[in-house]
């Protein structure tokens, strides 16, 4: 006997939670986020081009109509950015409830370097996420249940 697939659908109601998603304007990022805001948590479209952020939600706001979400300048390969979006957040004062770190590149043609020095795929998939979720923790530790996903 075969095993239903999973999908979508099961996702329980997130009405009430926080979701920050990384590299949310396209891909699994954008897909993730577009999912957690149908099942009703507010998302945080995490972009480091805020216009292709702003498309994002248009899309996923036309998708999802009432839906509650916006988006954050967040680059993952500025350590600078990543600090500036943890301080913004914490001002907030809020609960975090769900991180999914998922920006990434992969594959450059050439070797690049992220402004902080480092290998731009390493520094951008790891030690970007690695800095936003120890920044985070305040924040996480407010949640009931809170959740981090990292994509890789």
Not at 13 to 42: C, D, F, M, W
């Amino acid at each position: 006997m075969a095993k239903a697939k999973w999908t979508a659908e099961q996702i329980p109601p997130q009405t009430g939670k926080t979701a920050l998603v990384t590299g949310a304007n396209s891909g699994i990022g954008y897909q993730t986020a577009l999912e957690l805001a149908r099942h009703g948590a507010h998302v945080l479209l995490g972009c480091r081009n805020v216009a292709k952020g702003q498309a994002a939600l248009a899309r996923l706001l036309k998708a999802a109509p009432g839906a509650s979400a916006e988006v954050v300048e967040l680059d993952m390969a500025s350590l600078a950015s990543v600090r500036a979006f943890a301080a913004s957040f914490a001002a907030r004062s809020k609960a975090l409830d769900i991180l999914v770190n998922n920006a990434g590149v992969m594959a450059l043609p050439k070797r690049e370097l992220t402004v902080d020095g480092f290998e731009r795929q390493f520094g951008t998939n790891h030690l970007g996420h690695f800095a936003l979720t120890g920044l985070l923790i305040p924040q996480l530790l407010k949640a009931h249940a809170p959740r981090v996903v990292t994509v890789a």
